[in-house]
């Protein structure tokens, strides 16, 4: 029988809901309850790392989860990982594990949108179907996933879309990579994986702003004022911006690097447009294009490529369009 690494970070799938009808963590994790159901699937080593509401989860700690991930699988051989987690962050330590330990073996996140005690509670349902994925061959070789709902997701590319829906992952471009059915996990698409790197420390710090329309340049100077060491802009469309900001842009980049994403849900950011505040005067001014990825995981990739010094020419190929 295979074995898993099952390691619990916290999130609702760890809560319940008081009389009072707030959800709040609990003593004991109500998981542990529902691993009898999962004896057939593998042999578990549940590990509980953390019990934190997702929004209380930083890239330190994220980074602190990699390198126990990395200890912790050179310590005993396990065929697969599958890691409990908060939803409203999940995406992003799924796609920073995914940049910095790439998935030796499959490492499967996923949570739950209802508490352990509530009417049509989706976790112990969420955690049987991310056993079954993490131990399956198809799931090899794909990154790190997300597992939700009975849908398989790669960390580039899924995002969390509704704020209380069971079926709230979603991927951008060309959608999930797979599903589960009662008796079947199925693998229809592979990621283009890049190369990962490990970090030993976070020391950079990226700002993430959501450009507008008649956005002023206040808030750009500010974050050079601020002495962050990069940007992450969240641009209009197809990768434009107003003009009442080209000149902060400009101001900027001279001292950090600039990396945009579209506000849209889906698409990727191109120099298409030749006016002013357009992606054609973006490309010139040397702003990097990103590949697709969302704000949130963007300043992560950043973090981690100026923790490793990348110039300016390996920022632009590290976020090519994979
Ligand atoms: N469904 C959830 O897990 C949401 C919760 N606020 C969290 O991220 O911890």
Redesign the pocket.
């Known amino acids: 029988m295979k074995s898993l690494l099952l390691i619990h970070t916290?999130?609702?799938?760890a809560m319940a809901q008081d009389h009072s009808g707030h959800v709040l963590p609990n003593d004991i994790n109500p998981l542990d309850a529902s691993l009898p159901r999962a004896t057939d699937i593998a042999n578990i080593t549940t590990r509980h790392f953390a019990n934190l509401?997702?929004?209380h989860m930083t890239p330190d700690i994220m980074l602190r989860l990699a390198h126990f991930i990395e200890s912790e699988l050179t310590k005993e051989h396990y065929d697969g990982v599958v890691i409990t987690h908060?939803?409203?962050?999940?995406e992003e330590t799924a796609y920073f594990l995914h940049l910095t330990l790439g998935a030796p073996v499959p490492i499967v996140l996923t949570?739950?949108?209802r508490s352990s005690n509530e009417v049509g509670s989706d976790g112990e349902f969420n955690l049987i179907t991310a056993l079954r994925v993490a131990v399956s061959e198809a799931a090899r070789g794909k990154g790190v996933l997300v597992v939700f709902n009975g849908e398989i997701h790669s960390a580039f590319n899924v995002t969390k879309t509704h704020t209380s829906s069971v079926d709230t992952f979603k991927s951008v471009h060309f959608g999930n990579l797979g599903m589960v059915t009662k008796d079947h996990v199925y693998l229809f698409n592979t990621p283009l994986l890049k190369q990962t790197h490990m970090v030993t420390s976070l020391s950079k710090r990226v700002a993430v702003l959501k450009v507008s329309a008649g956005m002023e340049p206040d808030l750009l100077l500010a974050v050079k004022q601020l002495g962050y060491d990069g940007l992450v802009l969240e641009v209009l469309g197809q990768g434009n911006v107003p003009p009442s900001i080209v000149d902060a842009i400009a101001e900027l980049i001279t001292v950090m690097p600039i990396v945009i994403v579209s506000r849209c849900f889906n698409g990727i950011v191109q120099d298409v447009y030749g006016y002013t505040g357009g992606g054609q005067q973006l490309k010139e001014l040397g702003v990097i294009f990103s590949n697709g990825l969302n704000s949130q995981k963007a300043r992560l990739k950043l973090m981690v490529e100026l923790e490793i010094n990348a110039s300016q020419l390996e920022l632009e190929e590290s976020f090519r369009v994979e």
């Open positions: 916290g999130g609702t799938i509401p997702s929004p908060g939803t409203d962050t999940l949570g739950a949108m």
